[in-house]
């Protein structure tokens, strides 16, 4: 009896090591920061993360720390250093040109977990976060050429190569064949002088559907369109508070993302990675469709998004081009 009590306490103690090992420590987030390259009062990508992060301060009761108009390698070294002295514990990126900085202060700072979007990572306390944006693009693009009256629809973009754009077009062409669609590219994802001229001479052209997919030009654009009566894609948020004439807005949830991580990180299993969201599991989305758009449209869009999710392919027949982490890197040199 005694040899058996004796079996059973070191059992117990060796089961209560193994369980004290195997459940995730509590990871108390000290403070976070947030990185972006251009201004964050862009109503778009900017301020959808700023906001994101700002939900992290409040549901952790952390001190967070903000830098925009980060945009080159020499300020994002002086920005990171400035926040690894203040202690802490996540910091955001929200571009893909911090992939290659990250990656390197990851390897000197292991306890620090970096986060960027749309690249790759090399250590484990780096996530990449990549959004694939060539689907909801493609049912943006659909709705459009199918609510357009004079079939001529439009894209301001910031580079021709943007799946979101891409997908646009192929969307709009599988809708209608005989869609004309009119693309012009500012080449910056900040603010453009042009771009008002850009949107009146497509109006001229008789484009009534428009789709401004660039940060910095998304809000003069959407202001001109709604001036002149005619209707807009809404981009990055769901933009319906801007009034009926936007029949919908692609959305990516950042928030969810970035809220994901800071959880994860706190309840201690979170695992760094090049990580890929898209419209399966609802990181980006097709949201807040206009009265102006019919319910049997509705509809007709919500079995084809649905459609999308469970086979993986599209209306056309075709599944969405395979997540390309490099697209936008070349827009971050040009900037």
Do not use: C
């Amino acid at each position: 009896m005694k040899k058996f009590l004796v079996f059973l306490v070191v059992l117990i103690t060796v089961l209560g090591t193994i369980v004290y090992y195997k459940i995730p420590k509590y990871h108390e987030i000290n403070s976070v920061g947030f990185i972006f390259p251009q201004s964050i009062n862009d109503q778009t990508w900017g301020t959808e993360g700023y906001k994101a992060v700002l939900d992290i301060v409040q549901d952790y009761d952390t001190n967070f720390y903000i830098q925009e108009n980060i945009d080159d390698e020499e300020k994002t070294k002086l920005v990171l250093n400035e926040f690894l002295d203040r202690d802490v514990s996540i910091i955001y990126g929200q571009g893909s040109m911090y992939e290659k900085i990250f990656n390197e202060y990851a390897k000197k700072y292991p306890d620090v977990h970096f986060v960027f979007t749309n690249g790759k990572s090399k250590h484990k306390n780096v996530s990449a976060l990549n959004v694939e944006a060539y689907s909801m693009g493609f049912f943006a693009g659909y709705l459009a050429s199918h609510e357009s009256k004079t079939h001529k629809i439009g894209v301001i973009g910031a580079f021709d190569y943007q799946p979101e754009i891409k997908g646009f077009m192929d969307g709009a062409y599988n809708e209608n064949k005989k869609t004309i669609i009119q693309a012009s590219f500012v080449k910056t994802w900040e603010y453009n002088n042009d771009v008002g001229v850009i949107t009146k001479k497509m109006i001229e052209n008789d484009v009534d559907v428009f789709y401004p997919a660039a940060d910095g030009i998304n809000s003069e654009v959407m202001g001109i369109v709604k001036d002149y009566d005619r209707k807009a894609i809404g981009y990055i948020t769901d933009q319906s508070y801007l009034g009926d004439f936007v029949l919908a807005s692609t959305e990516q949830d950042i928030s969810k993302l970035y809220q994901d991580i800071a959880r994860e990180y706190s309840e201690g299993r979170l695992i760094g990675g090049t990580k890929y969201h898209g419209m399966k599991d609802n990181i980006t989305s097709l949201q807040g469709y206009s009265p102006l758009v019919t319910s049997s449209t509705i509809e007709k869009m919500d079995k084809l998004i649905e459609e999308y999710k469970k086979t993986g392919k599209l209306p056309n027949g075709k599944k969405a081009p395979e997540n390309n982490v490099n697209v936008y890197l070349e827009s971050d040199t040009e900037k």
